[in-house]
């Protein structure tokens, strides 16, 4: 009895070891999954409108300065900026604003250089907005401001799986921006 119990405790020690290395360290996810529902987006007033291009996709990334994956994707969303220039990257930082979190989001940035992707200092309700619940959070929106993709959690953007499906947005983006407008 006592040696079962043992390797009971020792077998729900393992279990807990696995599952909190697991969700502290979780895989990035790849552009597999996407929806094809089409949702206009509510251009909020916390948006500039210089960053929606009449003839580009934008990827919207919402990030903050305390998350790690946020932190690790925001190299390769530069390298996408620089590398893909028919895809608008904008960068939208939700931290709460003080003087500590300013500090820290030029800290991040600034091992960014040059910053090819548009970086704002967004309102938290931002979040609200867009039913943001999981930081980073992307969002794909096509140059008729329809939000065609969307992801919760961390991406490798510089996978081959995830450059081939962004291709495959802008390619078919581009073909619908310039088609006529049907009456």
């Not at 091992?111 to 309700?125: H, T, Y």
């Amino acid at each position: 009895m006592m040696i079962a119990a043992f390797a009971l405790i020792i077998l729900l020690s393992a279990g807990l070891w696995f599952m909190s290395r697991y969700l502290q360290n979780p895989k990035p996810q790849t552009m597999t999954t996407y929806s094809n529902k089409k949702t206009n987006v509510q251009l909020s007033p916390n948006i500039p409108q210089y960053i929606w291009p009449e003839d580009r996709l934008t990827l919207l990334n919402f990030w903050a300065s305390w998350c790690a994956p946020c932190k690790k994707e925001l190299p390769q969303l530069n390298q996408l900026a620089q590398d893909l220039p028919n895809l608008n990257v904008v960068l939208l930082n939700v931290d709460n604003k003080n003087e500590n979190s300013e500090i820290a989001i030029q800290e991040i940035l600034s091992k960014i250089s040059p910053l090819f992707a548009k970086n704002l200092s967004v309102d938290p309700q931002l979040m609200s907005d867009f039913e943001v619940e999981v930081l980073p959070s992307s969002f794909l929106v096509n140059s008729h401001k329809e939000i065609v993709w969307k992801s919760s959690g961390e991406i490798d953007w510089l996978s081959a799986e995830s450059l081939l499906r962004l291709s495959k947005f802008i390619k078919y983006d581009k073909k619908k921006a310039q088609k006529p407008a049907e009456n």
